[in-house]
């Protein structure tokens, strides 16, 4: 990761003048979690198991449009970005300012952009695309109120070619709770088809995908 000279000196230990380390992901996700844990979600960046199969619908050939949303340390980021080789558009929407300073520095070919995810319409219209052929959530649904959960819903909806997909994760402690269980409803309220992958126990806390398609009017 490359800072300007003004960054690079503003890093430096005031006693003894050394370069101070960045944090790890880790370490930037446990702090953002302890600052905000309702919007973090979890205390640990999603694995790359995670990450394969929450990006499984980004299309292998052609100029897709991308968008990713909670993009956090940017685990799916990278993957997306793996997968589109310098095609298309990725768009990562990344609400947390220090998360979203990282991203930009780190993938340098996704359009990392510090903005609330309900706007995602209004987000999507200033860069003058009109559809996005894949949404990719990395946001914890199931610790969103209903309000909350519904706008982003119809703000993904809205923005997704009639025969986009949508993917969203939820870990498998949460699939009782009521939140968890209203978000399933409401995604498939929304999709013609939706669905689960299996579990993926190589991440923490294990988790599953759901992968919708075709959005309903």
Same mark, same amino acid.
């Given at each position: 990761?490359?800072?300007?000279?003004?960054?690079?000196?503003?890093?430096?230990?005031?006693?003894?003048?050394?370069p101070?380390?960045?944090p790890?992901? #880790?370490?930037?996700?446990?702090?953002?979690?302890?600052?905000?844990? /309702?919007?973090?979600?979890?205390? %640990?960046?999603s694995?790359?198991?995670?990450?394969?199969?929450?990006?499984?619908?980004?299309?292998?050939?052609?100029?897709?449009?991308?968008?990713?949303?909670? /993009?956090?340390?940017?685990?799916?980021?990278?993957?997306?970005?793996?997968?589109?080789?310098?095609?298309?558009?990725?768009?990562?929407?990344?609400?947390?300012p220090?998360?979203?300073?990282?991203?930009?520095?780190?993938?340098?070919? %996704?359009?990392?952009?510090?903005?609330d995810?309900?706007?995602?319409?209004?987000?999507?219209?200033?860069?003058?695309?009109?559809? /996005?052929?894949?949404?990719?959530?990395g946001?914890?649904?199931?610790?969103?109120?209903?309000?909350?959960?519904?706008?982003?819903?119809?703000?993904?909806? /809205?923005?997704?070619?009639?025969?986009?997909?949508?993917?969203?994760?939820? #870990?498998?402690?949460?699939?009782?709770?009521?939140p968890?269980?209203?978000?399933?409803?409401?995604?498939?309220?929304?999709?013609?088809?939706?669905?689960?992958?299996?579990?993926?126990?190589?991440n923490?806390p294990p988790?599953?995908v759901?992968?919708?398609?075709?959005?309903?009017?």
């Amino acid at each position: 990761m490359t800072t300007s000279t003004a960054d690079h000196t503003a890093r430096h230990c005031p006693l003894c003048r050394r370069p101070l380390q960045e944090p790890n992901d #880790y370490t930037l996700f446990l702090r953002q979690w302890v600052r905000a844990p /309702a919007r973090m979600g979890a205390i %640990a960046p999603s694995s790359r198991h995670l990450a394969a199969a929450v990006c499984a619908p980004v299309p292998e050939r052609g100029e897709p449009v991308v968008v990713e949303l909670g /993009a956090g340390t940017g685990p799916f980021t990278a993957e997306i970005q793996r997968r589109l080789g310098g095609r298309g558009r990725h768009l990562a929407v990344e609400i947390d300012p220090l998360l979203a300073q990282r991203l930009r520095h780190r993938h340098p070919g %996704a359009e990392v952009i510090q903005r609330d995810a309900v706007h995602l319409r209004r987000l999507l219209d200033e860069r003058g695309i009109e559809k /996005a052929d894949v949404v990719v959530s990395g946001l914890p649904w199931a610790l969103f109120p209903s309000v909350t959960q519904h706008q982003l819903m119809d703000a993904t909806a /809205a923005v997704l070619a009639p025969a986009g997909a949508f993917t969203a994760f939820t #870990y498998l402690h949460a699939v009782p709770l009521s939140p968890a269980r209203r978000f399933r409803e409401l995604m498939a309220n929304r999709f013609e088809e939706v669905v689960p992958s299996r579990t993926i126990w190589r991440n923490t806390p294990p988790a599953f995908v759901l992968h919708a398609r075709r959005p309903r009017p």
